[in-house]
C-alpha cells in the first residue's frame, strides 16, 4: 500500500483546499509547503461570486468569512453606477476580499484539522511518475522517499512540477505589467471594489478594501512606465493611478505600506494538466491575465472539480483526465473573454480605435452585450454571436 493517497504540492488555497475536502472523506494526504510562513504576493485578493459559490461548494466559506475575509456585495466601474452583485449574479453572493498570506494560513489549518498531515519548510526535490508515484521530499535537512496514489502539483504558475510531468507551457500573446501595494488609513467604502479600464491610455486601476481602513490597490500599465517597485515607488504608484483615471477620494490620506512590487500579466497554461500520476490544479495548470481577477475562482474550482472526480471512482488515472477535460473547457473560456477584453479596453493602435469607436455606443446602450463571466463564471454563454455582439459586429 502506498504511504499516501494524495501528496500535494503548495499549501496554498488550492493544495490545502482539495487537502481538506480529501482527508475529509477518508483520504491520507499530505501537504508539502516550501514556506514555513506564507509571505505577501501581491496578488490573489478578489473573490468573485462564483469563486465564492466554489468557496462555499469546498466548505471553505464559513471560517473564512468569520476569521479574514471582507465582504465586497458593490462594484463600481468608473463611470457606470455600483452594482449591486447579491441581485445581479446567479449565485446572488457578494465578492471577498482578504490579506492573501492570511487565507493561506487559516485554509492550510483547516486541512489540518480535517486530518491531512502538514510538512512546512519542505521541497519536493524529485519525482518519479507512473502507476504507483514516488516523491523524494527534503525536509529538515533529511530526504525521505515516499510512494502515492496521486501527486497534485499546485505550485504557482511558475510551477516546476510542468517539468516533471513533461508538460509544455503555453504563453498568450504580450500583455501588459501590474503593480500591486497595501494602502492603509484609505477612507471610502470598505464594501465596494472601484474598477477603472482606460482604453486611451491603456491602464487600469483596481482598490479591493480588506477592511480595517485597508485596501489592496492595484495599478495595470505598459511600457510607457519604467516598473514600479519598492519602498521608494509608492508615492508614484498613487500618482500614477490618479493620472490613469481612478477617483481621487479613495487615495486621500491613504500611505502605502508593506513591498511594492510589478509583475507580467502575460497568461501561461497547459492544455490537458494530468499526465502519468500527475496533476496540476490552479496557477501551475494555467493562469489567466490578473487584470479580471479569475485566478482565486479558477484555482477553488480546479480543487473542488478535482475533489469531486477523484472521490466519484476508484480508478484515478480515469479520475485525473476527467478532470483535465473539464478544467480545459472552463479556464479556455475564461482565457478568450479575457482576451476579448483586453483587446477592447486595454490594447492600443489603430485597429483597437476602430473597435472602441463601433462597441463603445453600443455598450452604453446596451449593457447586455458585455460578457459577464468575470463575475457570474464560465459557464455564462460563449460562442462566436457573443463575441460579435460585445465587438459591435452585429
Known amino acids: 500500500m502506498a504511504d499516501y493517497d494524495v501528496i500535494t504540492v503548495g499549501g496554498g488555497l488550492g493544495g490545502a483546499a482539495l487537502a481538506k475536502v480529501l482527508a475529509e472523506n477518508g483520504k491520507r494526504v499530505l501537504v508539502v509547503e516550501r514556506e514555513t510562513q506564507f509571505k505577501d504576493r501581491i496578488r ?98 533529511q530526504v525521505r522517499e515516499l510512494t502515492t496514489r496521486l501527486i497534485v502539483a499546485a505550485d504557482g504558475r511558475s510551477s516546476s512540477a510542468r517539468s516533471w510531468g513533461g508538460f509544455e507551457t503555453r504563453r498568450a500573446s504580450q500583455k501588459l505589467f501590474g503593480a500591486g501595494v497595501i494602502l492603509e488609513n484609505v477612507p471610502g467604502q470598505p464594501d465596494t471594489a472601484t474598477v477603472l479600464l482606460n482604453p486611451f491610455a491603456g491602464r487600469g486601476g483596481f482598490f479591493f478594501p480588506q477592511g480595517g481602513h485597508r485596501s489592496r490597490a492595484y495599478l495595470v500599465y505598459g511600457n510607457d512606465l519604467p516598473r514600479l517597485q519598492g519602498d521608494q515607488d509608492g508615492g508614484r504608484f498613487i500618482e500614477e493611478s490618479l493620472k490613469s483615471g481612478m477617483p481621487a477620494e479613495l487615495y486621500r490620506g491613504a500611505r502605502p505600506v508593506g513591498p511594492l512590487a510589478s509583475f507580467d500579466m502575460t497568461e501561461n497554461w497547459v492544455d490537458n494538466p494530468y499526465r502519468n500520476g500527475l496533476v496540476l490544479i ?99 454563454p460563449f460562442n462566436e454571436q457573443v463575441r460579435k455582439r460585445f465587438f459591435g459586429e452585429i
Open 44 to 141: 490573489g485578493e478578489y473573490l468573485c461570486p462564483w469563486g465564492v459559490a466554489e468557496l462555499k461548494r469546498l466548505g471553505l466559506y464559513k471560517t473564512l468569512h468569520e476569521k479574514c475575509a471582507n465582504e465586497q456585495p458593490y462594484f463600481h466601474s468608473v463611470g457606470s453606477p455600483s452594482r449591486d452583485l447579491r441581485t445581479t449574479t446567479p449565485q446572488s453572493l457578494p465578492a471577498l476580499t482578504f490579506f492573501h498570506p492570511s487565507m493561506q494560513e487559516i485554509v492550510l489549518d483547516t486541512a489540518r484539522a480535517a486530518g491531512a498531515e502538514i510538512w512546512r519548510g519542505a521541497t519536493l526535490r524529485e519525482v518519479h511518475l507512473g502507476a504507483n508515484p514516488e516523491a523524494l521530499i527534503e525536509r529538515d535537512g
Open 282 to 380: 490552479g496557477d501551475a495548470a494555467g493562469s489567466t491575465d490578473p487584470t479580471w481577477g479569475q485566478g482565486l475562482s479558477l484555482t477553488s474550482r480546479d480543487a473542488r472539480v478535482l475533489a469531486e472526480e477523484l472521490l466519484a471512482t476508484d480508478d484515478w488515472d480515469a479520475a485525473g483526465h476527467s478532470y483535465a477535460t473539464r478544467h480545459d473547457t472552463y479556464f479556455n473560456v475564461t482565457r478568450t473573454v479575457g482576451q476579448w477584453q483586453f483587446d477592447l479596453f486595454l490594447a492600443q493602435g489603430s485597429e483597437a480605435d476602430a473597435r472602441r469607436v463601433r462597441a463603445f455606443p453600443l455598450l452604453m446602450t446596451e449593457p447586455d452585450r458585455f460578457p459577464d463571466h468575470f463575475l457570474s463564471g464560465p459557464e455564462q
